[in-house]
């Protein structure tokens, strides 16, 4: 091996996050509908937890502003990203970018039947759900949700992130 670290020595290196980056993981957009308020965040931490009952798993910065909303909100949704959304994937990756209502303006989206939550256009799929529970786990909060509703989307390759880049 070419680089090597101990358990001990690894949190919050560049090594670290270098090896993370060599799992491919699908990208997701996250949203919630809190009150007037609507967010979204870009999300590769996802993924099924259980099939009966439905469950599946996001985990998001605790310093993120969809962590503040997580505890008032009745559900969320998760746009799986088709390999086209790359663009959609940038615009809420952003931080900077605009937020609230404002961010879904140039974003084609639907309120999703069962928590009125975004769901993104042109996803492979979507799922809503509402938080079981929610877990913290170092500097991210780690929300098991149930399953309220989905739907299979565009069937096309879905959109991959491996080594801090788009596939």
Known sequence: MSSAARGDQVSGTALFR???????????????????????????AFCSVSLDPPLVLACVASTSVMARLIPEADGFAVSILSA???RVAEHFA?????????????????????????????????????AADIHTGGDHLIIVGRVRGLALGDPSEPLLVSQGAFR
């Open 18 to 44: 270098r090896a993370m980056g060599r799992f491919a993981t699908g990208v997701t957009v996250l949203t919630v509908r809190s009150g007037k308020t609507v967010h979204g965040m870009t999300v590769n």
């Open 94 to 130: 952003h931080v900077r970018g605009p937020a609230g209502t404002a961010s879904f303006a140039a974003v084609p989206h639907v309120s999703g039947p069962a928590t009125g939550a975004p769901v993104l256009a042109g996803a492979a799929a979507w799922l809503e759900f509402t």
């Open 84 to 86: 086209g959304q790359r």
